[in-house]
């Protein structure tokens, strides 16, 4: 047996890893490291009400910011406004408690590296936490991984840019999502191109995989993500008021917080015979889901690359999303009868239709929901067979691949 040192890979997220896209891209970055010889470190932030996070690695290889009742006073500044946990926005904090936030972590990170001698730090999001570890770490090799959530924040927060750049500029290697988001990064960072490299993201293929399919008798749509207007929520669940049938039923899942949450919450409420709230569940719950569901629908208006539907096509879902970017290059090369792509309002905010487009958009929802309804009860099950090279390329173990070449090259 070889007696030849492990690697270390201290992995850095700012909120709880256990309950975001993010958190699920973090997990399988731990999980695909150990199985490629590599030893993982953890540092999040959490709150003590959570202790689900300190299963995703062993306990003495993580370390905990605890927000609300710990380091931090008030609740986890999520990534996005809307979290599907209690949370804080990161443009309604002061001075005073952006300092206490970044002293908080630095103290945690230290701790960290001091114990567990990191050969690679792999943060994600371009945002503070990535900056700050930069500054504290200068001369340890340094990957962060894009979310397009820290873009969105960056854009949205101009008072917070220079704490943002000052560390993220001297990050080593960027890891984006698709070629959408490596312009959006490079525009906004001022990143040279070759420090950006499209890795893409994946999902679980011993989780999400097609099986039989139940009879169409009812239909099963499902939706999974924040009950929040940034995913469409709202508008899918206005749309499903005018699906003028009763074959079928819908499955809401997902967690939210505040008024969003409750208004999504409100029209679900609308439809009480035909829509499931579900809340947040396990991946394993959620796969078993998709795996007897016949339409996955994704109303979202921005996404870097939306996980979820690879998830659900893996699964043998039919498809109704909104033609974002990062759908579109996963898919756009293809023709797909089984996948529909709903032309996306005009947007402010990069986030918010205008009022004026609404109706048009809830109207394209329904149409399409309507003609997958009907394709699912011709024929409940779909051909995966034109596209299944593309679906396999994007499990976490192929995704892995890229980012253990670039984790040599940091190494040498």
Request: proline share 5%.
């Amino acid at each position: 047996m070889s007696n030849k040192k492990k690697p270390r890979i201290l992995h850095i997220i700012s909120q709880r890893p256990n309950s975001t896209g993010s958190g699920m891209y973090v997990q399988a970055m731990i999980r695909e490291a150990e199985k490629n010889g590599y030893e993982n470190y953890l540092v999040a932030g959490t709150s003590k009400k959570y202790n689900d996070e300190v299963a995703l690695v062993e306990p003495d290889k993580t370390m905990f910011v605890i927000f609300t009742d710990g380091d931090v006073p008030h609740h986890i500044p999520g990534m996005s406004d809307v979290m599907p946990y209690e949370s804080v926005k990161f443009c309604d904090l002061s001075i005073a408690e952006l300092d206490n936030y970044e002293t908080a972590f630095t103290n945690i990170l230290l701790k960290a590296v001091d114990k567990f001698k990191p050969d690679i730090i792999h943060s994600h999001h371009l945002w503070i936490l990535s900056s700050l570890a930069r500054q504290l770490f200068p001369t340890i090799p340094f990957v962060t991984s894009c979310h397009s959530t820290d873009l969105r924040q960056f854009q949205n927060c101009p008072h917070l840019q220079h704490r943002v750049l000052k560390g993220c500029e001297q990050i080593d290697i960027v890891l984006a999502l698709s070629e959408d988001q490596k312009t959006e990064i490079i525009r906004l960072y001022k990143f040279e191109q070759g420090k950006v490299i499209v890795i893409g993201a994946g999902y679980n293929n011993d989780l999400f995989y097609q099986i039989q399919k139940p009879k169409p008798a009812p239909v099963q749509l499902v939706y999974a993500g924040k009950l929040s207007n940034a995913k469409g929520v709202p508008w899918l669940l206005r749309a499903l008021k005018q699906v003028n049938s009763s074959d079928w039923q819908s499955h809401l899942v997902g967690g939210g917080s505040g008024e969003e949450k409750e208004l999504c919450l409100k029209l679900a409420g609308e439809l009480p015979e035909q829509v499931c709230i579900h809340g947040a569940i396990p991946q394993e719950k959620l796969a078993k889901l998709m795996s007897r569901s016949h339409i996955f629908i994704l109303p979202s208006f921005f996404e870097g690359l939306a996980l979820v539907v690879l998830e659900a096509l893996a699964s043998g879902c039919r498809i109704v999303a909104t033609d974002l970017p990062g759908t579109r290059e996963i898919l756009g090369k293809h023709e797909l009868d089984f996948v529909k792509l709903i032309k996306l309002p005009r947007l402010h905010n990069m986030d918010q239709p205008f009022k004026e487009d609404e109706t048009e958009f809830e109207q394209d929802l329904k149409n399409a929901i309507l003609q997958q309804i009907e394709a699912a009860k011709e024929n409940p099950q779909i051909d995966l067979s034109s596209i299944q090279n593309m679906i396999d390329s994007f499990t976490w173990t192929g995704i892995f691949k890229k980012v253990n070449i670039l984790y040599q090259n940091c190494l040498t």
